[in-house]
């Protein structure tokens, strides 16, 4: 299954095919699994797209909460710029602090994440992804019917693209309130759609590359009974239409599992089992680091023949 992935990007490279100057009928996209604090592995598989010059070969980058982040800064060419945020301690402990659910605010303040770490302390080149001829499909669920959303064309400037960003990692309760865009009440992809598979086959994808943040071993568990207690008032109040599709998590996770596994022109990358065990809201620098280093190094292992076939060829 992986092998007709890789040979599309090794003839890709080797034509030096970009979007709108294909010379093949396929269409390839880097789907990026969600998390939360997950993510710093993906963070890491995209750096190491971007260090290898893969971009191009794709035409669309479809993201899942925290992969639409991670999608992003790809997009904008800032990706190895920007991954040192996973373990700054202080943008993490900001962007993440359990004590604030005791006053009554959000743990993740997505707000603080992208209106300011994004704009001021760690600029991300909102405009540099608008313009990427690569598609960019941040997913998110509408809070009023549960239905996953792709927010691809309700993004038309910087700030459309801010408020999407911050609408896929919109986490119910961590996060606080729904992201309104475009009279629309969103919440975290999460909710209807891990792994962006689902979207991505949808609108035509042929085949697909997959960063995943989940090792191979692990499963979304069942919540328990307290966690219904907790997300059933708060999606009563906030995401009335959207609290069924919680509920069935497991079942989505199956289906989009099972749509990976039978689709022929998949290839998969992740952390590899035995790595570290990261939570949602995991801040500790040490462990998000390494991570992130683990993405890299597992990404640039399974995708590093698509670089080398043309630098082999120009040498």
Do not use: K
């Not at 080149?125 to 598609?135: H, M, Q, R, W, Y």
């Amino acid at each position: 299954m992986t092998e007709s992935v890789l040979q599309v990007l090794r003839e890709r490279m080797r034509q030096g095919s970009t979007p709108g100057d294909r010379r093949d009928d396929a269409r390839v996209v880097l789907l990026v699994e969600g998390g939360s604090s997950r993510g710093a592995y993906s963070s890491g598989m995209t750096v190491a797209i971007e260090e290898l010059g893969l971009l191009p070969l794709f035409d669309a980058v479809y993201g899942s909460s925290a992969g639409s982040l991670n999608g992003a800064w790809l997009l904008c060419g800032r990706a190895a710029r920007s991954m040192h945020a996973w373990w700054d301690r202080t943008i993490m402990r900001t962007t993440i602090n359990p004590r604030r659910l005791l006053q009554g605010r959000p743990v993740v303040d997505t707000r603080y994440l992208v209106h300011t770490v994004y704009t001021e302390v760690l600029p991300m080149g909102f405009t540099e992804i608008l313009a990427n001829p690569v598609e960019f499909h941040p997913l998110a669920t509408d809070a009023a019917t549960g239905r996953m959303v792709d927010l691809h064309d309700d993004i038309a400037d910087p700030v459309d693209l801010q408020v999407a960003l911050r609408a896929s990692t919109a986490m119910p309760v961590l996060a606080g309130e729904p992201v309104e865009l475009r009279g629309r009440r969103l919440i975290d992809s999460g909710v209807t759609a891990m792994v962006p598979v689902r979207a991505a086959l949808e609108q035509g994808a042929t085949h697909l590359v997959v960063l995943r943040t989940r090792q191979e071993d692990e499963h979304v568990r069942p919540p328990s009974r307290g966690e219904r207690l907790v997300l059933a008032r708060w999606f009563a109040r906030h995401a009335p239409g959207a609290f069924e599709a919680w509920l069935r998590r497991e079942v989505t996770r199956a289906e989009e599992e099972e749509l990976l596994a039978s689709h022929p022109g998949v290839l998969q990358i992740r952390p590899p089992l035995g790595s570290a065990r990261i939570g949602r809201t995991e801040r500790r620098p040490r462990l998000l680091r390494a991570a992130v280093a683990t993405g890299r190094e597992v990404a640039r292992s399974a995708l590093a023949p698509c670089a080398t076939d043309r630098a082999a060829e120009s040498a």
